[in-house]
């Protein structure tokens, strides 16, 4: 099932472009990397396009065959469809959606790798988000973003840019935490007990509750 992020780009591709082949439609998104940054599988845009065709927000404008290759569906948008992507347009414009990054659920158990190599993994991410950061940097320096690309395409890499800083700063305070020994939890907590397992395999502090306090 295509994403509400395929539907969304298929439905403006082929706003922009109708009446438009599903191969252009494809290779129109893969030459934004959409692929990457907006996590589109190539395999799901044809079976997306005869979907929202099915549902009844596109419609096939006509096919041909060119020198024996396989024959080429058009499409173009139906009044239905554009109300489609203007609503959602206006949702992802309008609502905060965070990214679901699968590092998140990781760090949820940070004690579970020894501080040296949390801090290590950490001062490691950091590595790689100034690399990925430096790339977009160069695009919009050398002005390969500007070829073929509206102005606002390197605004967009300004923005991914400045999430890639604030993360690399972000993971070198916390990596400076972690390697300065600051104890992972509170001093405090209502049932001391079940933290026994955790401080012994971690060798981290075990928290004080009510109960030690009362006695």
């Keep these: 099932m295509a994403t509400s992020s395929t539907r969304l780009m298929i439905l403006g591709v082929v706003s922009w472009m109708q009446p438009v082949h599903g191969y252009d439609v494809r290779r129109e998104l893969l030459s934004w990397n959409a692929d990457k940054w907006a996590k589109i599988q190539p395999g799901s845009i044809y079976h997306a396009l005869k979907k929202m065709t099915d549902e009844g927000l596109l419609e096939e404008t006509g096919t041909e065959q060119v020198d024996g290759r396989p024959e080429r569906t058009s499409y173009q948008i139906t009044p239905r469809g554009r109300d489609v992507f203007e609503s959602m347009l206006r949702q992802q414009w309008w609502e905060i959606n965070p990214a679901m990054d699968p590092f998140a659920a990781a760090f949820v158990f940070l004690p579970g790798?020894?501080?040296?190599?949390?801090?290590?993994?950490?001062?490691?991410?950091?590595?790689?988000?100034r690399v990925t950061a430096q790339g977009f940097v160069d695009m919009n320096d050398t002005g390969r973003s500007d070829v073929n690309k509206p102005a606002y395409v390197k605004w967009l890499f300004e923005l991914w840019i400045a999430r890639s800083e604030g993360e690399i700063a972000w993971c070198e305070r916390i990596a400076d935490l972690?390697?300065?020994?600051?104890?992972?939890?509170?001093?405090?907590v209502d049932h001391p007990e079940g933290w026994s397992e955790f401080a012994r395999r971690t060798g981290e502090k075990l928290p004080v509750g009510e109960s030690d306090f009362e006695q």
Excluded: N
Aim: without cysteine; charged residues 30%; proline residues 11%.
């Design 113 to 129: 790798l020894p501080r040296k190599e949390a801090a290590a993994a950490l001062r490691h991410r950091a590595r790689m988000l």
């Design 178 to 188: 972690i390697e300065s020994g600051a104890p992972y939890m509170p001093e405090r």
